[in-house]
Nanobody, 122 residues
Framework: VQLQASGGGLVRTGGSLRLSCAAS????????IGWFRQAPGKEREFVAA????????FYAESVKGRFTISRDNAKNTVYLQMNSLKSEDTAVYYC????????????????WGQGTQVTVSS
């Protein structure tokens, strides 16, 4: 399984970005996919996850109402729409394939993409 995250960049506070996670080597619609982020000096933290059905989504409290996870199974791609960005959203964002356990735990995921940098500046 290979996961490729893209779409990061530099954006002003209050702006928006859409991240993409493209997967290869896996039947995408069989798997849940999660987004995590890691800021400098901090542990990797859960952002959002999407189960096979888009109606089953999970969000960290810090991003609820601002971020939206979606997926296009035909394109083997999961998206993270990020709106109303704040400086504290600055981090490297990773997508990962879920394996088992709680959706908000790093150890529940077994395949990770390389990450894409998101920088929010004022």
């Amino acid at each position: 399984v290979q996961l490729q995250a893209s779409g990061g960049g530099l954006v002003r506070t209050g702006g928006s970005l859409r991240l993409s996670c493209a997967a290869s080597g896996v039947r995408f619609d069989d798997h849940a996919i999660g987004w995590f982020r890691q800021a400098p000096g901090k542990e990797r933290e859960f952002v959002a996850a999407s189960r096979r059905s888009i109606s089953n989504t999970f969000y960290a409290e810090s991003v609820k109402g601002r971020f939206t996870i979606s997926r296009d199974n035909a394109k083997n791609t999961v998206y993270l729409q990020m709106n109303s960005l704040k400086s504290e959203d600055t981090a490297v964002y990773y997508c990962a394939q879920y394996s088992s356990g709680s959706y908000d735990r790093v150890e529940s995921y077994d395949s990770w993409g390389q990450g894409t940098q998101v920088t929010v500046s004022s």
